[in-house]
């Protein structure tokens, strides 16, 4: 398989380097892969992602989508659009739009009309289940139920790539196994590639891949038998 | 959904600061249609009076600033007017604002002179017309006859004189309607300035041309020291009160302008320190800078819209309350024309924007990271 992300030598620095989140990390992430990434607290998972993501810049090293550098990726906010999905721990739904207008959300700039977006949401959240709830304030929406809008938000633009941090951190075991289940279908039906940033040991073992961080840097040994 | 439902919403979110926001904004913009519209009918009240008399010029003291200019004697002035070129009438004007009974409020009062062409435009509603110039008479204005309450055959008190009215008449222009109207002879009688006008107006014959016109005032100046000739409109603008409600109105709209901007950026400086997570989510959802500062920029042009729109109708009722009351009616009409309104819309709308320009940047110069970082 070839290689979706690379990371070369990533460092991260906060707080003028008195925090230094990376420390010279180097990953190489294959198309169509499921990696877990874990480790403890403060090891530099979340800022990985975040780098992976393009929401930050690395303090060093290179990172690249398909052998191209980020910094040749042209505009930023259009690659995530077209590229990425993200699924976030706290959902971040916007509490004022309804759960089939948090999806479309997503689809503001995007190249697809309207009237696709909208065909689109809507036979998502069918699929998902949650075809009653599409007029529904997140407010109203159970914890499984908002992962899953948030789930169907990262797909709508067909991305190659899934982040997502924590997804089941705020969900109960019933609900977290239903997402890790939807993830996983998601990520064999799609052939997306997902990397997802978890302190769950029973939700890392649902990757093919698990990649522990230590000290902002990978650790040896890195496979999921290796565990 | 769009991001016209996008925005709605969020104003929605927070009814409370919204209602507020859109309050503090409306009474700034009605402050400015009201005071606006009352100011430039008060212009156009007296000049649609001068205009409706046909006069072509009117001479007065040059120093006659004052809403209703000083008087003067009308004799001397009037004999050299007459050796003029082009001049065929001259007529003497007086007007005085006076309180006629105890109870209602001050009225203009006009002595125009006897079977002279002011009186041509006026329409007898009901009565009669004064029938010779010494007859110690008044008509009254159909507005001023219903605000003070007097009818034909009833009396009113000039200075202390009980004159008796006799007609009540009806003029294109308000502030005649609001007026009371007596012979000039028996209007400088009543107010003891006995040969003394306002002004003197000027009807020129149908063959003078513009360059006669420019000749006459000329003439005037340098004939008559101390008087000018000038047109109706120009008397209106020189007038002292019509420039200071103009620049009162021209105040109010730069003080409205600045408080409205900085309660639109403040709300929306607020607004967007609450939603630094929101924003951090639609960075990383694809959103790039621009719609951000669109995001935001809608947001304050719609809560400034709308302080305009709801001020528009909060200023226009004021204008034609205050129209109403006894002390004003018959004095002046508020202008309201639709270009007017369309441009205060817009203003306030600019001035939103122009509000929500900081937020929006500080909006859409954030990290990403960083946003959904903050708690």
């Not at chain 1, 309207?114 to 949650?130: F, I, K, P, V, Y």
């Not at chain 1, 997902?194 to 698990?210: K, L, N, P, Q």
């Not at chain 2, 016209?4 to 859109?22: K, Q, V």
């Not at chain 2, 997570?277 to 990383?284: D, P, Q, R, S, T």
Request: charged residues 20%; proline residues 4%.
């Amino acid at each position: 398989m070839s290689s979706l992300v690379e990371a070369v030598n990533v460092g991260m620095e906060f707080d003028d380097g008195n925090v230094r989140a990376l420390n010279g990390l180097s990953l190489d992430i294959e198309e169509g892969g499921f990696v877990a990434l874990t480790g403890p607290s403060g090891c530099g998972k979340s800022s990985l992602l975040s780098i992976i993501g393009s929401l930050e810049v690395p303090s060093s090293g290179e990172l690249r989508y398909r052998q191209v550098p980020y910094g040749n990726l042209g505009e930023l906010a259009a690659f995530r659009r077209t590229h990425i999905g993200f699924i976030f721990q706290g959902f971040h739904l916007i509490p004022t739009l309804s759960a089939l207008e948090n999806i479309l959300v997503t689809t503001f700039g995007s190249a697809a009309s309207a009237r696709d977006s909208l065909h689109r949401a809507t036979e998502m959240l069918d699929n998902l289940g949650l075809n009653q709830r599409r007029n529904h304030l997140p407010a109203q929406l159970s914890g499984g139920e908002r992962q899953r809008v948030a789930i169907a938000r990262a797909l709508i633009n067909d991305p190659e790539l899934i982040l997502a941090d924590e997804p089941t951190g705020s969900l109960d075991s019933k609900s977290a196994d239903e997402v890790l289940d939807l993830i996983s279908d998601i990520r064999e039906k799609r052939g997306i590639t997902v990397i997802m940033v978890t302190h769950d040991s029973a939700a890392a073992a649902r990757a093919d891949r698990i990649v522990r961080l230590r000290d902002g840097q990978v650790e040896p040994a890195g496979a999921k038998e290796h565990l | 959904m769009n991001l016209g439902s996008f925005i709605y919403g969020n104003l929605l979110r927070r009814p409370a600061r919204t209602l507020l926001t859109i309050s503090a904004i409306s009474l700034g913009i009605a402050a400015v249609v009201s005071l606006t519209s009352i100011s430039w009918g008060f212009e156009q009240s007296w000049q649609k009076a001068n205009d409706a008399r046909g006069t072509d010029l009117i001479v007065t003291r040059m120093a006659s600033e004052n809403t209703l200019p000083s008087t003067f004697p009308a004799e001397e002035p009037r004999r050299l007017l007459l050796t003029l070129p082009h001049v065929r009438e001259v007529v003497g004007l007086f007007s005085t604002l006076l309180s006629v009974s105890d109870t209602a409020p001050p009225v203009f009062v006009f002595g125009w002179e006897f079977h002279s062409y002011l009186w041509d435009h006026l329409k007898l509603a009901e009565g009669r017309w004064p029938e010779r110039d010494n007859e110690p008479v008044a008509m009254i204005g159909s507005t001023a006859s219903a605000v003070l309450g007097k009818k034909v055959g009833d009396e009113v008190s000039i200075e202390g004189h009980r004159i008796r009215v006799i007609g009540i008449f009806e003029s294109s222009a308000m502030v005649e309607n609001g007026a009371l109207l007596l012979t000039l002879t028996q209007a400088q009688a009543a107010t003891e300035k006995s040969g003394k006008v306002s002004v003197l107006n000027i009807k020129l014959d149908a063959g003078a041309t513009e360059a006669d016109s420019v000749s006459l005032r000329n003439a005037v100046r340098e004939k008559l020291p101390g008087f000018s000739a000038i047109t109706s409109g120009e008397l209106v603008r020189s007038n002292a009160i019509v420039a200071l409600s103009k620049a009162m109105s021209g105040a109010t709209t730069l003080i409205a302008g600045l408080v409205s901007a900085l309660i639109v950026f403040n709300t929306m400086l607020m607004s967007i320190s609450e939603r630094t997570k929101e924003i951090g989510v639609l960075m990383a959802l694809g959103w790039n800078r621009q719609a951000i500062l669109k995001l935001v920029c809608a947001e304050s042009a719609l809560l400034a819209g709308a302080g305009g729109i709801v001020g528009i109708l909060l200023g226009t009722g004021m204008a034609r309350f205050i129209s109403r009351m006894d002390l004003v009616r018959g004095k002046i009409e508020p202008i309201i024309s639709l270009p007017f309104l369309v441009l205060v819309l817009v203003f306030s709308t600019v001035l939103g924007v122009l509000g929500g320009v900081y937020p929006a940047r500080k909006a859409a110069n954030l990290s990403p990271a960083q946003a959904l970082r903050q708690e």
